[in-house]
């Protein structure tokens, strides 16, 4: 079975600065890796995956991630962060078809 | 550019009224999925459907909620009765095939429950 922990609930950050939003996962099986945005009352859109190949993954908005199999951790980056980055960020894995969502981190970019 | 369409966008009933959802995949995508989002909370899987078969529902609540795909395009989720635990945010998505890995989610449908 897989899971996600996503560890911070919540992120505060000035604009400008540098972010990153941390996320372990546990499985038994190959592994592929998602970044997903929620912006208030909205659906989920996909900043990035990870599927095979490269580990640094880079994405929408100005986004990266780095796919860590020692540390089963798929960390996710921006060099510096706008107010309008302020939403939910979902990490997510699939063994297969099914998505296992984290608990969702907050990011709240002040000016 | 293409979206998954969902309706309403906002709903409230009261309990032990029934409440349908519906969505409107991405033309061409074979799988639907329909998942719950309580508040505070990342999304859970309830129901996937490739084409017009569920793939999975072993994490939908039987005696009250209901999904269905007829013609292996849009879908219905049904709650009957709604109970206040209810409340949510329902999401709708789609890919291209099982196994696609992609999926493409909708606007989502706000549930509250009173």
């Known amino acids: 079975a897989q899971s996600v922990t996503q560890l911070d609930s919540q992120v505060p950050v000035f604009e400008e600065a540098p972010v990153e939003l941390r996320c372990n996962y546990s499985?038994?099986?190959?592994?592929?890796l998602f970044w997903y945005v929620q912006y208030p009352n909205q659906g989920l859109q996909l900043l990035l995956k990870?599927?095979?190949?490269?580990?640094l993954v880079k994405g929408i908005n100005g986004f990266e991630a780095e796919f860590n199999k020692s540390q089963t951790s798929f960390h996710l980056r921006k060099p510096s962060v706008h107010i309008s980055d302020t939403a939910e960020y979902f990490c997510?894995?699939?063994?297969?078809?099914?998505?296992?969502f984290g608990t969702g981190t907050r990011l709240q970019v002040f000016p | 550019e293409a979206e998954v369409a969902q309706s309403p966008r906002y709903k409230i009933t009261e309990k032990s009224q029934a409440v349908a959802f519906w969505c409107d995949p991405i033309?061409?995508?074979?799988?639907l999925y329909w998942y719950r989002q309580i508040l505070g909370q990342g999304p859970e899987l309830l129901v996937q459907?490739?084409?017009?078969?569920?793939?999975?529902d072993s994490q939908l609540p039987k005696d009250r909620f209901s999904a269905e795909r007829l013609k292996g395009v849009d879908s219905t989720l049904k709650i009957q009765p709604a109970e206040l635990g209810d409340s949510a945010m329902y999401l709708c998505?789609?890919?291209?095939?099982?196994?696609?890995?992609?999926?493409?989610f909708g606007p989502g449908t706000r549930l509250t429950v009173t």
């Open positions: 998505a789609s890919s291209l095939s099982t196994g696609s890995y992609e999926q493409y």
């Open positions: 459907f490739q084409d017009e078969s569920v793939v999975d």
């Open positions: 033309s061409g995508h074979a799988t």
């Open positions: 990870y599927l095979s190949g490269s580990t």
């Open positions: 499985s038994s099986v190959s592994v592929y």
């Open positions: 997510a894995v699939s063994g297969g078809d099914k998505l296992i």
